[in-house]
């Protein structure tokens, strides 16, 4: 495998997988049943037609798209190591953070690697215990798992079951992880939907999980309409066996977005709810809508602000704060994930990041929207690519970002003016394949410590560097832990 810098490049017009917009519209509607790609479900395997696989060979050929499997990177980034998957086969996912670990997710079960030098990282153990999509994250001694697949059974002996068996279960799986190389499975809590994600809120004595969860398909028959709040679980930290649901608050009492014929999906739950406990907000990314919540109370968490983007959002996927809360970034990821949109046909406004500036307090709150962003570098029709998975670089006086991309790769990306986002720096590597759309890439891409972790669908554990003024300051911020979806204070 190599790895070369080159300079930015703006792409030249490839052929189209899935072209247009209103297509990628219907295919997600209509799609996998889960918004991030499932290996059982998602669009990989789609052969291209012979005329684009002659414009992606030709892009490789003429260097505008890099070869299959080569890295390419800006200046200031450095690729610093690679770590395969080990013995877990299926898809890699999100990434928590503690000590000197890291934790990374994937279909079948979960990693914990040793990042105590970031270029010789190693594999301390691996769970298998299978559940798509094992969105993870760490507190104390605690690791959470979520379930968004339909089991026999909560154990991780589980196998995969029609969601119309009465006794199919989806949920909250908790381990203890005193032991890094011996985790211990401690507790299990359903929830009405199942998780297809989660977001850690802690409190003096408990930890609150928001549980993230929507409607999939006529095969999720919990899941139907009205599916319009969370699950709120409580986990007493002294004894996580007595984890428990304590609340299912309605989000959207109105239903929420019906959805659009220009794409827009209905929204019957949440995907994703970031929270920022400093700030007592959460901002949630809810299918057809965007929203804010006052979560003063982490019991209760309640709206007070709620957008709507039906011409260029298809998919409310993620949010992200800017370090001092006064900005947000939504995610669209237009195509569930299996599609190939970074390309001209798509444009710069749909399956990319809304940045809205954030106006008042409490009842009072109002997002305005001010740009988009997404990456300029065109990618090939074989390449899923779309907004996904990112978190701040904390530099004081600055909003920086950075964020995957699938096979778009890793961005890092500056939004201090919210009116004029910028990239700074990326990572990526060439196609899986020149003749068939393959789902891989980077699913998360996370700044910890000094270093950016990004966990490959595909190819494993990547660890990068950036080396730039911008982001220079960063390096003095040190966490014990992070769970990007629980926004720290930076400051």
Known sequence: MTSVHRPHVRRSRLGVAVAAFGLLATF???????????????PGGQRMSKSQEAETREGIGKG???????IVHSKNIKHLASLGKGSLGSLNTDLAFQGRYAFGGNYDG??????????????VSQVLCPGGQNDISVSGNLLFLST???????????????????????????FDISDKRNPRYVASVETACGSHTHTLVPDKKDIYLYVSSYFPSEDFPDCRPPHDGISVVKVPKASPERARVVDFPVLFPDGGNPGTEKGSLETSGCHDITAFPA??????????????????????PRVVERVRDDENFAFWHSATFSENGSKVVFTDELGGGGGA??????????????????????????????SYFKIPRHQADTENCVAHNGSLIPVKGRDIMVQAWYQGGVSVWEFTDSSRPKEIGYFERGPLSTDVL????SWSAYY?????????????FDVLRIDDPRTAGAERVRLNELNVQTQPDYR
């Open 110 to 123: 979960f990693t914990i690697y040793d990042i105590g030098n970031p270029r010789s990282p190693k594999i």
């Open 279 to 300: 700030k007592r907000l959460a901002a949630g990314a809810c299918m057809g809508d965007g929203i804010l919540m006052d979560i003063s109370d982490p019991a209760r």
């Open 448 to 460: 910890y410590n000094g270093h950016i972790y990004s966990n490959d669908i595909a190819k494993g």
């Open 64 to 70: 505008d798209i890099p070869g299959v499997d080569e």
């Open 438 to 441: 393959e789902v891989g890439g």
């Open 148 to 174: 968004d697949s339909s089991r026999s059974d909560d154990s991780c002996s589980s196998t995969s079951q029609p969601a119309t068996e009465k006794s199919s279960w989806e949920g909250m799986k908790i």
């Open 28 to 42: 997600l509607a209509a799609g996998p049943a889960a918004a991030t790609p499932d290996p059982g479900d998602a």
């Open 341 to 370: 949109t970074c390309n001209a046909e798509v444009g710069p406004t749909h399956g990319a990041n809304g940045i809205y500036d954030l106006k008042g307090r409490g009842d009072r709150s109002e997002l305005v929207f001010r």
